[in-house]
């Protein structure tokens, strides 16, 4: 989780982040918007109550705490009644869990401890007295505002205004009590540094594990060109060479020698591929937009091509968009089926990530678990990027990818 996250989700943004200076924000609809206060209304509703019940928890649990004290000192007590109090702590964190995610559109990725998570009630229940009395607001703002209809008390015009006032205020503190339910489960609830530390190192072993596996397969694959391909030439060669040596007829040899020199051309171009699916030398040359170019003269079917990039991206991270591209266009041409694949790789003046897409008109079907697919999915992975195939039978098949400009 981001730290613009603690004042930015859902619908509510209680602080314009960076981007909010240079461009306004998009229009949020109405019906979305009164939704979204009305689950925050509900969230703070719960909250009030849980809140009450988690006073009572904090209060009991120290209480008995202080009168059981002296079992501390035996271990199978002391044991058995800090397993009861993680229990029902835990049981209360999940209670708060699950009412961050329906009513306030976070979740909490986290595995505090028994200690955290008891700082954790022990915090939030102020919290949620205060949003219970914020929230109580609105309906005395709204007695006020329609009071003077003499359908109630038939009090003074001029009372509308503190109504709409108060009512205002209800919904701007219901606003704010969600960016500080956010913040607090955040802090207490969410992954520690040592949590992010080991989750980074699992990924990281992951990936790494991920690329040894995609070399070995692309080495398998150049290895399968070269023999079935290339190699075989290479053979039809040297025996028509030695045929032409062996020869006698003049005729005969010429036909031989035409014959050896065409193997001798199919040779050379086989090679040229095998070459350009290993690295193309246009790439380092010429730059992404060419070299994108060239796997859509070399595809059987048609291929559009839209490169649109605010600057040249770090090599690696070229090298990781022509790949996805090229096995992206390969299969497609190969067993889809389409009559023709769009390319499109943008990336927007001062964003730090570049988007992939690559989208045909075939039978879709696609598997993403697949020998070249999964071997993308862990290319990219390695450069922290994300990879997605959305394949549905019938098609359109649709792969996307978004990587770092500038990966770290």
Same mark, same amino acid.
């Given at each position: 989780m981001r730290d613009d996250e603690l004042t930015t989700g859902g *619908?509510?943004?209680?602080?314009?982040?960076?981007?909010?200076? &240079?461009?306004?924000?998009?229009?949020?609809?109405?019906? +979305?918007?009164?939704?979204?206060?009305?689950?925050?209304? &509900? /969230?703070?509703?719960?909250?009030?109550?849980?809140?009450? $019940?988690?006073?009572?928890? $904090?209060?009991?649990?120290?209480?008995?705490? @202080?009168?059981?004290?002296? @079992?501390? #000192?035996?271990?199978?007590?002391?044991?058995?009644?800090?397993?009861?109090?993680?229990?029902?702590?835990?049981?209360? &964190?999940?209670?708060?869990?699950?009412?961050?995610?329906?009513? #306030?559109?976070? +979740?909490?990725?986290?595995?505090?401890? *028994?200690?955290?998570?008891?700082? !954790? @009630?022990?915090?939030?229940?102020? =919290?949620?007295? #205060?949003?219970?009395? =914020?929230?109580?607001?609105?309906?005395?703002?709204? !007695?006020?505002?329609?009071?003077?209809?003499? &359908?109630?008390?038939?009090?003074?015009?001029?009372?509308?205004?503190? /109504?709409?006032?108060?009512? !205002?205020?209800?919904? +701007?503190? *219901?606003?704010?009590?969600? /960016?500080?339910?956010?913040? @607090?489960?955040?802090?207490?609830?969410?992954?520690?540094? +040592?949590?992010?530390?080991?989750?980074?190192?699992?990924?990281? *072993?992951?990936?790494?594990?991920?690329v040894v596996a995609a070399v070995d397969d692309e080495r398998r694959r150049i290895e399968r060109d070269l023999h079935d391909g290339v190699q075989q030439r290479l053979v039809a060669l040297a025996m028509l060479l030695g045929r032409l040596r062996r020869g006698t007829d003049p005729r005969r040899g010429a036909d031989l020698l035409q014959q050896a020199h065409d193997e001798a051309q199919q040779a050379l171009t086989e090679l040229r591929e095998v070459a350009w699916r290993v690295y193309p030398a246009t790439l380092d040359e010429l730059g992404l937009e060419t070299a994108l170019r060239g796997v859509a003269e070399r595809s059987g079917i048609p291929v559009s091509v839209d490169c649109r990039l605010a600057e040249r991206p770090a090599r690696q991270v070229e090298t990781a968009v022509y790949f996805v591209v090229r096995e992206a266009v390969t299969n497609a041409a190969k067993h889809s089926g389409a009559e023709v694949i769009s390319v499109r790789v943008t990336q927007e003046p001062g964003a730090a990530a570049i988007g992939v897409r690559i989208e045909d008109d075939g039978v879709g079907g696609a598997d993403p678990r697949g020998g070249g697919l999964s071997g993308l999915a862990r290319r990219v992975a390695a450069l922290d990027g994300r990879f997605r195939v959305h394949s549905p039978p019938g098609g359109p098949t649709e792969i996307t990818a978004e990587l770092p400009a500038r990966p770290e």
């Open positions: *619908t509510f943004a209680l602080a314009p982040g960076p981007a909010a200076a &240079v461009r306004s924000a998009p229009r949020i609809p109405l019906a +979305q918007l009164a939704r979204a206060w009305g689950l925050a209304a &509900v /969230g703070a509703v719960l909250g009030a109550a849980l809140a009450v $019940v988690e006073i009572g928890f $904090v209060l009991l649990l120290g209480a008995g705490a @202080l009168v059981l004290s002296p @079992l501390a #000192f035996w271990r199978p007590a002391r044991r058995l009644l800090g397993r009861a109090a993680a229990r029902s702590t835990a049981a209360l &964190v999940a209670v708060e869990r699950a009412r961050l995610a329906a009513c #306030f559109d976070r +979740q909490i990725a986290g595995r505090p401890g *028994t200690v955290r998570s008891l700082g !954790y @009630l022990a915090a939030r229940w102020p =919290v949620g007295i #205060f949003g219970g009395f =914020v929230l109580a607001v609105f309906p005395g703002g709204l !007695y006020l505002a329609v009071s003077p209809l003499n &359908v109630l008390d038939g009090n003074d015009p001029a009372i509308i205004v503190v /109504g709409v006032v108060f009512m !205002y205020l209800s919904v +701007q503190g *219901t606003v704010g009590l969600v /960016g500080m339910e956010r913040a @607090l489960a955040r802090w207490l609830l969410g992954p520690s540094r +040592q949590d992010l530390l080991e989750q980074r190192v699992a990924e990281l *072993t992951e990936s790494r594990a991920g």
